[in-house]
C-alpha cells in the first residue's frame, strides 16, 4: 500500500466511525 492509499483508508475510517456514533447517539 502507498501512502496515500493508507491515508484515504484512515480518513474513510474515521469518516465511517463518525457517522456510526452519531446514528448512535439518536
Given at each position: 500500500l502507498t501512502d496515500m492509499?493508507?491515508?484515504a483508508l484512515l480518513h474513510y475510517l474515521v469518516r465511517l466511525?463518525?457517522?456510526l456514533a452519531m446514528?448512535?447517539?439518536k
Open positions: 492509499t493508507t491515508r466511525d463518525r457517522i446514528l448512535l447517539l
